[in-house]
């Protein structure tokens, strides 16, 4: 067992048990308790990251029963928030024609002070409603799908588990699909590299022309930084043409590479890092996609035109805060978002294989550079369970499935032969992070003053406060929260 999944599990012990008083008056699961009184119920099982999680799971036991109760109740809870969600949006929708009649019948009598109040309050429920259709849409489904997998590592890792040491003891692992990992950078994972490179030069002056591609982060240390990382990844990869690499401004906690070795990593990603191995993770995925040519096979199933179609429309609420769908108008409001959405559902992240494929080489890449693999579980684990769903939401929606990504990804690492000592933090890292810190308030001082640019017509309003995850905060809390009022209106 490696020393971070020991150190893991050693806390996890040690929580069991201050867990427990609460987390059994937490769960609502129905039936008898079979479990022994120190040990965690299913239901706060499920709370806790992934990484916990595997190495957890082993030593626990849920009868079948546990799990089918949980199963339904995750599936009666969904249901549930996204209808209040859905009713919330359609109450909010209500009010706003209420705000328009009144705005009409009134007309010229309202005095300037009034009209200016009604145009906040449209404006902000519109805002609100279009933040509850993303959230019954998007936000919850995925919170719930999350939840079903880390049931499904319960009740499954065990046995896959045991499984997987078999294959290890045999020597089996050795034949899985590029299981020859000390070919790496001599083995052909897929022929013709250097055709996508035209391919990605092309997208990119496309992006730039739209005015899609959000600036670059004005800090040359950052990005020499993140430049020395990547490129010492791709020096360990299978990827035969030069990484460029360039880090944008912008609070989408996101990475993606175009076609042809061009790597984009977005502000968010630096700051939801909290180790360069988990920084790694990420980079070492996206240059893995290149390296397999994903977005070369994608793009000839979604034609750039089509791409561009989309991404004209980003640029069009943009632009012009013109009408556009409910998750888009929601998205720009909180900073650059259109961007991940646009390239990964078209470019890459549409075949789930695809992906799967990007974690088992990203994890073989971030290994062979010397980084500890596991990183790559604790940023997927943190981006699922602890940011914003919304904030993370284009690069969730566009990694599915959860389950059998985490636990495909924990069989790599296994399979992976254990390096003496790996890369976990390094001192540049934190000297990233002090340079990033001020960039980033400064970052987010403007984007508050940006919506206004971006979709609002009516100036000085107070926006209303917005429906976000917090750190730690369950999704039955959130489902259970207050609908909020839209401020701002007098
Ligand atoms: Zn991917």
Redesign the pocket.
């Known amino acids: 067992m490696r020393e971070r999944l020991r150190r893991l599990l050693s806390v996890v012990v040690g929580w069991t048990l201050v867990l427990a008083p609460w987390s059994t008056a937490l769960s609502q699961t129905p039936g008898p308790q079979t479990q022994a009184p120190a040990q965690l119920t299913l239901h706060a099982a499920l709370q806790l990251p992934y990484e916990q999680l595997f190495a957890l799971a082993p030593t626990l036991s849920f009868p079948s029963s546990a799990f089918k109760s949980e199963r339904s109740m995750l599936q009666k809870g969904e249901t549930a928030c996204r209808r209040r969600f859905k009713a919330d949006a359609k109450d909010y929708a209500k009010q706003i024609e209420q705000a328009r009649k009144q705005l009409k019948a009134q007309g010229s009598r309202l005095s300037n002070l009034d009209r200016h109040n009604l145009h906040c309050r449209i404006q902000n429920l519109d805002l609100l409603r279009s933040e509850a259709e993303v959230l019954a849409g998007q936000g919850i489904p995925t919170a719930y799908d999350n939840l079903a997998a880390k049931l499904d590592l319960l009740q499954y890792w065990p046995a896959q588990y045991a499984q997987a040491r078999r294959e290890l003891a045999s020597g089996v692992y050795r034949q899985r699909r590029w299981g020859d990992v000390q070919d790496i950078g001599f083995r052909q994972i897929a022929a013709g590299q250097p055709d996508d490179i035209k391919r990605g030069q092309q997208a990119i002056e496309e992006l730039r022309r739209s005015r899609l591609l959000p600036p670059d982060l004005p800090n040359a240390d950052i990005q020499r930084y993140v430049n020395e990382i990547a490129q010492r990844i791709a020096r360990n990869s299978d990827l035969k043409i030069p990484l460029h690499v360039v880090v944008l401004q912008s609070r989408e906690v996101n990475a993606?590479a175009l076609p042809g070795g061009y790597l984009f990593v977005e502000r968010g990603v630096l700051e939801e890092a909290d180790d360069e191995a988990e920084l790694a993770g990420v980079i070492a995925?996206?240059i893995?996609?290149d390296a397999a040519r994903?977005g070369a096979k994608l793009m000839k199933r979604a034609t750039i035109a089509g791409i561009f179609y989309q991404a004209a429309q980003v640029a069009a609420v943009l632009l012009t805060g013109g009408v556009a769908g409910a998750g888009l108008y929601y998205a720009l409001q909180y900073g650059f978002y259109g961007l991940g959405l646009v390239i990964?559902l078209n470019l890459?992240?549409v075949s789930r294989d695809?992906?799967l494929q990007?974690?088992q080489l990203?994890i073989q890449y971030a290994w062979k550079a010397g980084y500890d693999p596991e990183g790559f579980i604790l940023f997927f684990d943190k981006m699922a369970t602890k940011a914003g769903y919304i904030k993370g939401v284009s690069?969730f929606r566009?990694?599915p499935p959860f389950y059998t990504r985490m636990v495909n990804a924990q069989r790599e690492i296994m399979f992976l032969p254990a390096h003496k000592q790996s890369i976990v933090q390094t001192s540049q890292f934190l000297e990233m992070k002090q340079r990033l810190a001020p960039i980033t308030a400064a970052a987010e001082r403007e984007d508050e003053d940006k919506p206004s640019l971006l979709i609002s017509r009516e100036e000085g309003c107070t926006p209303p406060r917005k429906i976000e995850y917090q750190p730690g905060q369950s999704v039955e809390q959130l489902c259970a929260g207050a609908q909020t009022a839209p401020a701002g209106t007098r």
Do not use: K, R, S
């Open positions: 993606f995925h996206e893995a996609h994903h990964n890459l992240g695809f992906e990007a974690d990203g690069w566009t990694h």
